[in-house]
């Protein structure tokens, strides 16, 4: 029985230990070391559709929305939301994020999103040069026939 209880102990603490670092640097719970700077949390619903909510942790990482019904979807008034997020890596960087929804769809916005690489100039003479010199037959290679 005793070798049992120092085995639950021992199994305890090691686990105890592991843990430590899910502690957030904001939580002061009376240990030493750890900053007792306070979270902010907001969060507004107003019942009609308006709303909006922030947040901030010590660490740096935050979040914002706002949205209220503007546009018109298909089954009433849709949401349209605006806001934003940021978070710093474990390397340091700060990675931000801003961000529209409505009814055209999600459009993020941030540096870390990648984009893609610039068309060719060969391919944009192509494009151009089709563009001045249209196909008679609607671009079908085969004279609008299908073969089978």
């Known amino acids: 029985m005793f070798q ?4 639950i102990a021992i199994v305890g603490c090691v686990g105890a230990a592991r843990l430590d670092h899910l502690v957030p640097s904001g939580y002061a719970g009376g240990r030493a070391g750890f900053d007792a700077t306070p979270y902010h949390y907001e969060n507004v619903n107003n019942g009609d559709g308006n709303y909006r909510f922030s947040y901030d942790t010590p660490e740096g990482t935050s979040a914002h929305e706002s949205g209220s019904p503007r546009a018109q979807g298909p089954e009433g008034p849709a949401v349209t939301a605006e806001g934003g997020f ?3 890596t474990p390397d340091g960087q700060q990675v931000s994020l801003t961000y529209t929804a409505d009814e055209n769809g999600f459009h993020p916005t941030g540096s870390h ?5 610039p068309i060719p100039e060969a391919i944009l003479r192509s494009i151009e040069y089709n563009r001045q010199h249209p196909s ?3 671009g079908s290679f085969n004279g609008g026939r299908n073969y089978y």
């Open 4 to 7: 049992l209880f120092v085995c």
């Open 86 to 88: 940021s978070f710093r």
């Open 136 to 138: 008679p037959d609607a």
């Open 113 to 117: 999103i990648p984009t893609p690489p």
